[in-house]
């Protein structure tokens, strides 16, 4: 087992050390490690340095656990040029019908990327680590025909959701005993563990194995020493290529600032669509995401470590993301448009739980915008034509009726909303090219003035606005 294995009699893992501590094997150039919270803070620096080349990092447990370290190994591996991988401990005790559930659980966590860098997601499926006597020891309480399917809920679930097969962590004497030796996984990279001096006999059904953990804990590098079975040219094809488009959001807390004036913020990929609201009421927004291929919103408060804390389906695929605080509390949400209609979910990002509120409000095709346009505290949803230019506002869309209409910018621009001024009421801007500009006379007003900021290099690029260090005042991002 990965870090902190203290396996009783009955399992049969071969525990003895037969190499020093650290060195790799003779025969396997390409040095791994396999770590987790236990292992603590790690110095990623100081692992490349011993010539770590690849790992796989703990980042969920079942369906309601998720490695504390998990962000900082995957950004601190990255950083420091170590091809990296997340990996979900396996709990089949949470239910016969739970493998696609922790895949999914694992997906949304682990923000897999296909950048090249990224190694398959993994499963690590072996004996229950916290104990040796009750019911479920060794095999979960499932029969050999059930475990297979949950192993087979869970890896293609990961199929579905990366495109890439799923890694299988595991030993023969787990596998073959729980499985009845099923042989039907030749096709997902295994990671086999044995700690004997040698890889030994693999689990049924492989005759070549990707990783070898030969090590359970070393003196020299934190975690599991893990060996690739290949050179330095196969581990990269391994974690293959094709980046799909790692979302990176460069925000200014100055709307004067033609540069982010924060930390580069990798969150999502491409086609996902960055949004922003203040989520836990602290005054200041964080970038979150939608995910339009499959209508789930990835939501954080802290979006720097790579996680997202909150995730759920709202709408049908397709539909168009909107935040906004519709209740007064202080706190955004979330909602979709889909064809006219609005529909704004009332139940906390924090909860499971759905509630939603809807109404009919401009044309199909019109593009979405939601604000706090008198200052009440709550806000509504309005309207954008791109095929005109022209803004729909209203404080009550209930009524079907735009309070007050005006053109700003260019037909086809992208519309923006934000407080410019810190006077409590929402205004509107737009972006064309890489010109950011924002309407400062009220909505209710038939005076156009504005201010306006070259911003980013306006090509694929999507904005996002926010109030990102809590003055009261909104200023522009982008992520690209």
Request: net charge negative.
């Amino acid at each position: 087992m990965r870090t902190v294995l203290a396996l009783a009699a009955g399992a049969a893992m071969i525990v003895a050390m037969a190499l020093p501590a650290g060195a790799a094997p003779a025969g396997y150039s390409v040095l791994g490690t396999d770590v987790s919270n236990h292992d603590g803070a790690i110095d990623w620096s100081g692992v490349a340095a011993k010539g770590v080349k690849f790992g796989w990092a703990k980042a969920t447990e079942g369906l309601d656990f998720v490695d504390p370290q998990y962000g900082a190994n995957y950004r601190g591996a990255k950083s420091n040029g170590v091809y990296i991988g997340a990996y979900a401990f396996g709990r089949p005790d949470k239910g016969a019908g739970t493998g696609k559930a922790q895949a999914d659980y694992l997906v949304d966590h682990a923000q897999y990327v296909n950048d090249g860098k990224t190694l398959p997601l993994q499963l690590d499926i072996e004996w229950p680590w916290w104990t040796t006597a009750a019911p479920i020891y060794p095999c979960y309480g499932l029969s050999s025909g059930q475990m297979v399917q949950w192993i087979r809920d869970f890896v293609n679930e990961v199929k579905a959701r990366t495109g890439r097969e799923a890694a299988i962590y595991t030993n023969p004497n787990w596998w073959n005993q729980c499985t009845g030796s099923n042989t039907s996984f030749a096709a997902n990279p295994l990671e086999t563990s044995n700690y004997s001096g040698s890889p030994g006999a693999l689990p049924a059904g492989w005759s070549r194995f990707t990783a070898w953990q030969y090590q359970g804990s070393s003196s020299t590098i934190p975690g599991s020493p893990t060996a690739f079975n290949g050179t330095s040219s196969d581990l990269a094809a391994f974690a293959g290529g094709g980046d799909l488009g790692v979302l990176e959001f460069y925000l200014s807390d100055s709307q004067t600032s033609s540069v982010a004036t924060r930390p580069v913020i990798s969150y999502g990929q491409s086609p996902m669509v960055p949004i922003s609201g203040d989520w836990d009421g602290d005054g200041k927004d964080t970038v979150s995401t939608y995910d339009p291929t499959t209508g789930k919103f990835f939501i954080s408060n802290d979006p720097v470590t790579g996680l997202a804390q909150y995730t759920f389906v709202y709408g049908n695929p397709g539909a168009v993301p909107l935040v906004g605080d519709w209740d007064g509390d202080g706190k955004d949400n979330i909602g979709v448009q889909m064809g006219n209609g609005f529909y704004m979910r009332t139940s906390p990002v924090t909860l499971a739980t759905e509630t939603t509120v809807s109404l009919a409000y401009g044309d199909a095709g019109m593009v979405p915008i939601s604000g706090d346009w008198n200052g009440d505290g709550k806000d509504s949803v309005s309207a954008y034509d791109p095929t005109t230019g022209k803004f729909f506002i209203s404080n009550d869309p209930v009524t079907g009726l735009a309070q007050y209409t005006f053109v700003y910018g260019n037909p086809g621009a992208v519309p923006l909303v934000g407080d410019w001024d810190g006077d409590g009421k929402d205004n509107i801007g737009v972006q064309m090219g890489n010109g950011f500009y924002m309407r400062t006379s009220p909505v209710t007003s038939a005076t156009e003035t504005t201010m306006s900021i070259g911003y980013g290099n306006g090509s694929g690029e999507l904005p996002v606005i926010g109030d990102w260090d809590g003055d009261g005042k909104d200023s522009q991002g982008i992520a690209r």
